[in-house]
């Protein structure tokens, strides 16, 4: 079971607005912490797979639960 730092909301917001807001939120947070993002944009899953392999940090698991895609990330 993962232990979350933080949880981010960002439904309703388009590209880039969801990933800005997880860089933002991820600047806040200690290396290790881990950060749950709920979005509603489809084009986030691979938004959040190309950032996890550009930034350093760690893309831990992604879900599609009924029109919300759920990420989450672990910062470098």
């Known amino acids: 079971m993962l232990t979350l730092d933080e949880t981010l ?8 607005l969801p990933l800005l807001k997880a860089k933002q939120a991820l600047n806040r ?5 881990v950060l749950k993002v709920d979005c509603t944009d489809a084009g986030s899953v ?3 797979q190309v950032f996890a392999k550009q930034s350093g ?5 992604q879900q ?3 029109g919300h ?5 672990k910062k470098a």
Request: aromatic residues 10%; proline residues 3%; contains cysteine.
């Open 9 to 16: 909301d960002v439904t309703g917001l388009s590209c880039p």
């Open 29 to 33: 947070l200690g290396s290790g912490a």
């Open 57 to 61: 940090h760690s893309l831990i698991e």
């Open 69 to 73: 895609y759920i990420h989450w990330l």
């Open 46 to 48: 691979r938004d959040f």
């Open 64 to 66: 599609e639960q009924d």
